[in-house]
């Protein structure tokens, strides 16, 4: 036994410590209990503490940095591997439709499995070379722009087409002839980031550009604007009619500007790396499912596109056509 003197602001306590509990205190920090906690609750000091141990001739614990890991649990694994199976996505995704369909994790636990199974994106190909380009064609790209959002929604519209990988279940599913070329033509809100329109197509013509728009004006109203880029197909007379009968102003991008139109570029990314069974299914999960990052930063809360084209007034045709610029 040992009698050790602790000074109070008045007094000065006398406290008896054992060397078994000593080795029990000892036990609970290597089990991952609080030192704070354990020092309030014996009235001491950590310096006073470790003194006692070293007067007992019992090494102090090393303290361990942080909260003790949990492992992940076997529903949290399967859960996440039969997630995956469906939709190959990074894991704050993951996280999201989890938590969607009822199985509550956060994304520091998703994050752990995605990294023990090695579950994280490999983007098929590497197209590195096809980014470097002429000193000349880079100086082109030097426009000054602006980031923004349309005030309203379905106030301003984004399109594009882009070709899908031959490597996609989409694309095997869809094939009619060997190595033929598959486009997916999507029409997306600005505001809220909403996929208005998905479909597939074989060819990229001009007429067959404005029947995909005809269809999506006779489901959504009429848009302020239509964001596209300079490409051959957006720059028909079929595609240009359907927009003047509408009234509806055309925004072309500038040449070799593709973050012109960044909002409906990203999709094709998150298109290429989820890997969908179906495109129905595809649209679906990103209206209503997914937590947009862009919604995050813009509306400061985390929110789907479904959340924001339900919620936020939308534009109707006489309304001022305003946009929102960022810093």
Same mark, same amino acid.
């Given at each position: 036994?040992?009698?050790? $003197?602790?000074?109070?602001?008045?007094f000065?306590?006398?406290?008896? /410590?054992?060397?078994?509990?000593?080795?029990?205190?000892?036990? %609970?920090?290597?089990?991952?209990?609080?030192?704070k906690?354990?020092?309030?609750?014996?009235?001491?000091?950590?310096?006073?503490?470790?003194? $006692?141990?070293?007067?007992?001739?019992?090494?102090? !614990?090393?303290?361990?940095?942080?909260?003790?890991?949990?492992?992940?649990?076997?529903? $949290?694994?399967?859960?996440?591997?039969?997630y995956?199976?469906?939709?190959?996505?990074?894991?704050?995704r993951c996280t999201?439709?989890?938590?969607?369909?009822?199985?509550?994790?956060t994304?520091?636990?998703?994050?752990?499995?995605?990294?023990?199974?090695?579950?994280?994106?490999?983007?098929?190909?590497?197209?590195?070379?096809?980014?470097?380009?002429?000193?000349? %064609? /880079?100086?082109?790209?030097?426009?000054?722009?602006?980031?923004?959002?349309?005030?309203? /929604?379905?106030?301003?519209?984004?399109?594009?087409?882009?070709?899908?990988?031959?490597? +996609?279940?989409?694309?095997?599913?869809?094939?009619?002839?060997?190595e033929?070329?598959?486009?997916?033509?999507?029409?997306?809100?600005?505001?809220?980031?909403?996929?208005?329109?998905?479909?597939?197509?074989?060819?990229?013509?001009?007429?067959?550009?404005?029947? %995909?728009?005809?269809?999506?004006?006779?489901?959504?109203?009429? !848009?302020?604007?239509?964001?596209?880029?300079?490409?051959?197909?957006?720059?028909?007379?079929?595609?240009?009619?359907?927009?003047?009968?509408?009234?509806?102003?055309?925004?072309?991008?500038?040449?070799?500007?593709?973050?012109?139109?960044?909002?409906?570029?990203?999709?094709?990314?998150?298109?290429?790396?989820?890997?969908?069974?179906? +495109?129905?299914e595809?649209?679906?999960k990103?209206?209503?499912?997914?937590?947009?990052?862009?919604?995050? /930063?813009?509306?400061?809360?985390? +929110?789907?596109?479904s959340d924001?084209?339900?919620?936020?007034?939308?534009?109707?045709?006489?309304?001022?056509?305003?946009?929102?610029?960022? $810093?």
């Open positions: 036994m040992r009698r050790i $003197q602790r000074k109070c602001k008045y000065v306590v006398t406290q008896t /410590v054992s060397n078994g509990h000593l080795l029990k205190i000892k036990k %609970e920090i290597e089990n991952g209990v609080s030192i906690k354990i020092l309030r609750r014996e009235h001491m000091t950590k310096k006073t503490l470790m003194k $006692q141990f070293e007067l007992a001739h019992i090494p102090f !614990p090393t303290l361990m940095k942080g909260r003790k890991k949990k492992k992940p649990t076997n529903y $949290q694994i399967n859960a996440v591997i039969s995956t199976n469906k939709f190959h996505v990074g894991y704050i999201d439709d989890l938590k969607h369909e009822g199985t509550v994790m994304a520091h636990q998703t994050y752990n499995i995605y990294k023990l199974l090695d579950l994280f994106l490999k983007r098929n190909g590497d197209d590195s070379e096809n980014l470097h380009k002429t000193s000349q %064609e /880079v100086d082109t790209q030097k426009i000054c722009f602006l980031r923004y959002h349309a005030k309203y /929604v379905n106030q301003i519209w984004h399109t594009d087409l882009h070709i899908i990988p031959k490597h +996609l279940t989409i694309y095997q599913d869809n094939e009619e002839e060997e033929e070329i598959l486009y997916l033509l999507a029409f997306l809100d600005d505001r809220s980031r909403y996929l208005l329109h998905a479909s597939i197509i074989h060819d990229k013509k001009c007429s067959t550009i404005a029947k %995909e728009l005809e269809k999506v004006l006779k489901d959504y109203p009429k !848009p302020a604007r239509i964001v596209n880029d300079n490409g051959s197909e957006f720059d028909g007379k079929e595609y240009k009619d359907v927009l003047d009968n509408n009234g509806i102003i055309m925004w072309k991008t500038s040449p070799f500007a593709p973050h012109q139109n960044g909002k409906i570029e990203r999709l094709w990314l998150t298109f290429d790396d989820v890997n969908a069974i179906s +495109l129905t595809f649209v679906n990103y209206n209503n499912c997914w937590i947009h990052r862009g919604l995050k /930063v813009q509306e400061k809360k985390p +929110l789907t596109p924001v084209w339900k919620n936020e007034q939308h534009w109707i045709h006489g309304m001022e056509d305003l946009i929102i610029y960022h $810093q």
